[in-house]
């Protein structure tokens, strides 16, 4: 079995920065691609941010300009730079990758940002 784990969230002040991480425990080959989303209370899982095989990162209108995804091909790691984070960032963050037609998910990690 293959899990995604995920590393990074906790407390952090509003402007705050936090920096998560998804590796995944066991080998996965052939990664299409990787992701992040998040799930705050009472709503339902939205997408945060992508990065595919060529690097180029996607990311949620919510998180332009705040949050940077990037990728460490050795390590198959996946990391989410947040940067100015808000309240409204609050939530669970999950990890996501696509091997072919399978689709893994992390564990989720939370984010807090309170002050």
């Known amino acids: 079995q293959v899990q995604l784990v995920e590393s990074g969230g906790g407390l952090v002040q509003p402007g705050g920065s936090l920096r998560l991480s998804c590796t995944p425990s066991?080998?996965?080959?052939?990664?299409?691609?990787m992701g992040w989303y998040r799930q705050a209370p009472g709503k339902q899982r939205e997408f945060v941010a992508s990065i595919g095989r060529s690097a180029v990162a996607t990311y949620a209108d919510s998180v332009k300009g705040r949050f940077t995804a990037s990728e460490d091909s050795a390590k198959k790691t996946l990391y989410l730079q947040m940067d100015s984070l808000k309240p409204e960032d609050t939530a669970v963050y999950y990890c996501?990758?696509?091997?072919?037609?399978?689709?893994?998910w992390g564990q989720g990690t939370q984010v807090t940002v309170s002050s």
């Open positions: 996501k990758a696509v091997v072919a037609t399978t689709v893994y």
């Open positions: 066991g080998t996965i080959f052939n990664i299409y691609a």
